[in-house]
């Protein structure tokens, strides 16, 4: 008659013949699981040759000193780099030339935003002509500003503020 442990680990232990035992026979048991499994299998594969071309580039293949402090042993002794402070350039002096011969993309910019708060309809041409001149004389009084009929600094500001866009 056959005894209950015939069948169990221990006596399969002590026989030698069982490949469960230690970490070959975990081996072989998940070789045979990933045998039942292919995808799981072609999964395992692909990730750990991800993992190994991660691991060569970083340790390999990159150029320069290596980042981490346990593959390269950085002294104590600091090297200082001296800030070096170029000079500013000096701002651009105003052109009396250009000022007088104003762009016409703010000359049409005035001109829209002279036309949206009322100060008669003029026609966004880029060129200062009467009707731009006579609302521009008009903004200027009623704003507390030089009356010049000329697009000035201060009309511009004034204008931008109020519209809420660059002039």
């Known amino acids: 008659m056959r005894s209950a442990s015939y069948g169990s680990r221990s006596s399969q232990r002590s026989r030698g013949d069982d490949f469960s035992a230690g970490s070959a026979g975990r081996l072989y048991s998940a070789l ?8 799981d299998a072609i999964a395992l594969g692909l990730a750990v040759c991800a993992a190994g071309a991660i691991i060569v580039n970083a340790l390999f293949l990159q150029s320069g000193p290596h980042p981490a402090p346990m593959f390269h042993m950085q002294s104590n002794a600091r090297t200082v780099q001296k800030l070096v402070q170029l000079p500013r350039p000096a701002p651009a002096p105003r052109d009396p030339i250009a000022e ?68």
Do not use: N
Not at 32 to 39: E, I, T
Not at 130 to 147: C, G, N, S, Y
């Open 100 to 167: 007088i011969i104003e762009a016409p993309d703010r000359v049409i910019s005035v001109q829209r935003a002279l036309t949206e708060f009322g100060y008669g309809q003029i026609r966004p041409d880029g060129k200062v002509g009467q009707e731009t001149k006579a609302a521009i004389e008009r903004f200027e009084r009623d704003h507390h500003l030089p009356v010049t009929g000329k697009i000035s600094d201060q009309l511009a500001e004034k204008l931008a503020t109020l519209t809420g866009r660059p002039i």
């Open 32 to 39: 045979c699981w990933l045998l039942k499994r292919p995808k």
